[in-house]
């Protein structure tokens, strides 16, 4: 008796029993891979907006360049910054990275960073020094982001307003 009991009341909260996600979790993996930026220029590798009344948590990112894609000791990028905004504000401590943290197509290491509601999250790349030699400079970019979003019952839970 009380094990339905407990499937009832957790069916009704509308969090999977076993791993507590919402019923209605859906995933986000949005990327790029661009021409490296200019000095000054800032190029957006990806962005997800999440859709109104619904809040999520970023899981992964991912970095690339071309001189780590061919040799995997090249991790500086002394030439670029890289910076994970959400609603255009940086996002500790992904605000000023100047080497690769997770490289694309190697299991990130997971972040899990709660995303407030209808929040907007961007992977941006800028241009920082123009006085890396030519052999050294990164010529292609990529970024990626990966996450999960769901609707946030606060705002109008169907389930609570039937009592």
Not at 2 to 30: H, K, M, N, R, W
Not at 57 to 69: E, H
Request: proline share 4%.
């Amino acid at each position: 008796m009380s094990s339905s009991i407990a499937l009832e009341t957790e069916t009704t909260t509308g969090l999977c029993a076993a791993c507590g996600v919402p019923l209605d979790s859906q995933y986000f993996d949005v990327s790029s891979v661009q021409d490296a930026p200019a000095l000054g220029e800032e190029l957006l590798l990806a962005r997800f907006e999440l859709p109104a009344q619904y809040c999520g948590v970023l899981q992964y990112f991912s970095q690339f360049t071309d001189r780590f894609g061919k040799d995997f000791s090249q991790v500086g990028t002394p030439d670029l910054e890289w910076r994970i905004l959400t609603n255009g504000q940086a996002m500790f401590p992904y605000f000023s990275l100047r080497h690769i943290v997770n490289p694309w197509g190697y299991g990130s290491f997971p972040v899990n960073i709660r995303l407030d509601e209808d929040s907007i999250i961007e992977f941006v790349v800028r241009g920082i020094d123009s006085s890396i030699s030519a052999n050294q400079r990164v010529a292609s970019v990529g970024g990626r982001l990966v996450g999960r979003f769901w609707y946030n019952a606060a705002y109008g839970d169907v389930v609570k307003l039937r009592s």
